[in-house]
């Protein structure tokens, strides 16, 4: 092996480590965001349903 393709795997490991945890995060924050959006649709079904029923 040479030198230079060692240098190349390193820095394309390193690469590819950085695009995994930035797509890592990015992934995280709209599953926080479904997550959100999924609850605040709930709350308000709950709350239709217990208007509809009267509690």
């Given amino acids: 092996m040479?030198?230079?393709t060692v240098?190349?795997?390193v820095a394309?490991?390193?690469l590819g480590?950085?695009?995994a945890t930035l797509f890592g995060v990015m992934n995280w924050?709209?599953?926080r965001?479904?997550?959100m959006q999924a609850q605040r649709m709930g709350?308000?079904?709950a709350?239709?349903?217990g208007e509809m029923f009267g509690k």
């Fill in 17 to 19: 480590g950085a695009a």
């Fill in 43 to 45: 709350d308000k079904m």
């Fill in 7 to 9: 240098k190349g795997m």
């Fill in 2 to 4: 040479k030198s230079g």
């Fill in 47 to 49: 709350r239709k349903a």
């Fill in 33 to 35: 965001k479904w997550c």
């Fill in 12 to 14: 394309g490991a390193l």
């Fill in 29 to 31: 924050r709209t599953e």
